[in-house]
């Protein structure tokens, strides 16, 4: 059974940064690509970023633009985000998830197995 834990998330002010960790285990982590997804109130669950099972090939949202990176340490099983000039509409809960192939992913379904969320409130 796959298991995903996010940490990282908080309050900050706007212009600051946070960087989430999304611990996995129950299989071979560096087999499998990795995806950020987050969810405001009220809204449907947003792409975020994703990464291959080698960390070279990326994917982002388009309200990214150049905010935020993804990166995964293969030894310590471990993906994260690293969320620079942050905006109060980046407020939500964030999810890690993985799926069943070494590519990065864009779409939601394609995603079998999530973290149960963190918490990042941008304030004003």
């Known amino acids: 059974q796959v298991q995903l834990a996010e940490s990282g998330g908080g309050l900050v002010q706007a212009g600051g940064s946070l960087r989430l960790s999304c611990a996995a285990s129950g299989r071979t982590f560096s087999d499998y690509g990795m995806g950020w997804f987050r969810q405001a109130p009220g809204k449907e669950r947003e792409f975020v970023a994703a990464i291959d099972w080698s960390g070279v090939t990326t994917y982002f949202g388009d309200f990214v633009k150049g905010r935020f990176t993804i990166s995964r340490d293969n030894a310590k099983r471990t993906v994260y985000l690293q969320m620079n000039s942050l905006k109060p509409e980046d407020t939500a809960i964030y999810y890690c998830?993985?799926?069943?192939?070494?590519?990065?992913?864009?779409?939601?379904?394609?995603?079998?197995?999530w973290g149960h969320g963190t918490q990042v409130t941008v304030s004003s």
């Open positions: 998830a993985t799926h069943g192939t070494a590519w990065a992913q864009r779409v939601s379904v394609a995603y079998d197995y």
